[in-house]
């Protein structure tokens, strides 16, 4: 697999390949907000274009423990400033444009970035609240990054659309790893047998005796008559087989059914039938 252009997470290099640039910020605890989305994603390389107030009391406390990513931004009087080192700029927009722009979504501009940041720095540029960037800001852009938001509610917090585009950086890297270092964060735990399930699945030989052992539950309470089964036990079946149970999770249904016999006063009764519903079963080949 081809290996990511971003280096491994926690080092310098990583966290200054990707500029992350607000413009004329005019709320400091968006930038404080932003800082914490930057360091969920393994990013800190911080650039702020004339905000109206940093640092301050605001941008600190909205960071949430990302104070070190505060700490080293970098506060620049102009966007020329802040770019004059960059080898690719692409900067978020909303809106359509009488020219035409190369226009790409989130997970593109990540792997452009990416593909890019060994040549040099990566700017992504994220415009004011109220009004985004301007169209010469917009046109200092190689690529323009479109966020497909609900077009009837389209605008987005500074700080969300940053934390988007550094979700898909950040996963871009992890897919990128070699040697299958970034699948602890990329596989999915659902079902007993997976990675980090705490408990084995259960064998088949064990979820069959459940299975025998709630039909004679539900026999001995009068709920369920083998004589007249209207498919009750496959309907069953297929809900606890849809589960995908795990050892502990049988042996707890397995002791609820017994607590149920005992309360029904129907535990003694049930073991010497055991023995003849289980070959009842076999002979008839169903539930």
């Not at 360091?39 to 800190?44: I, P, Q, R, V």
């Not at 444009?97 to 990566?122: D, F, I, L, N, Q």
């Amino acid at each position: 697999m081809h290996k990511s252009a971003l280096p491994q997470e926690g080092t310098e290099t990583f966290k200054d390949q990707i500029r992350i640039i607000l413009v004329e910020t005019s709320h400091s605890g968006n930038i404080g907000a932003v800082a914490r989305a930057m360091k969920n994603m393994g990013l800190g390389n911080l650039w702020l274009v004339n905000p109206s107030s940093f640092p301050d009391e605001a941008s600190y406390a909205r960071a949430a423990g990302a104070s070190d990513v505060l700490d080293s931004a970098r506060v620049v009087s102009s966007l020329d400033e802040a770019l004059a080192d960059c080898v690719l700029v692409m900067g978020t927009s909303a809106r359509g444009r009488k020219v035409p722009w190369p226009v790409c979504a989130p997970p593109e501009a990540a792997a452009a970035a990416a593909s890019h940041a060994e040549g040099g720095p990566v700017a992504l540029v994220f415009g004011r609240e109220n009004h985004g960037l301007s169209n010469d800001e917009l046109q200092r852009c190689h690529y323009h990054i479109h966020i497909p938001s609900n077009p009837d509610y389209s605008s987005l917090n500074l700080a969300m659309a940053v934390q988007v585009m550094c979700y898909e950086l950040r996963m871009y890297y992890l897919r990128s790893l070699e040697g299958g270092e970034g699948s602890p964060y990329l596989k999915s735990m659902t079902k007993p047998g997976d990675e980090g399930w705490d408990v084995p699945p259960a064998k088949v030989q064990d979820v069959e005796g459940f299975f025998g052992h709630l039909e004679q539950v539900l026999t001995d309470v009068d709920f369920h008559r083998r004589e007249n089964p209207r498919q009750l036990m496959t309907r069953l079946r297929r809900l606890f087989q849809r589960a995908r149970l795990d050892q502990m999770e049988i042996n707890i249904l397995r002791g609820i059914l017994t607590a149920v016999q005992k309360a029904a006063g129907t535990q003694n009764k049930s073991k010497s039938t055991e023995a003849g519903t289980a070959a009842t079963k076999q002979d008839n080949g169903h539930v």
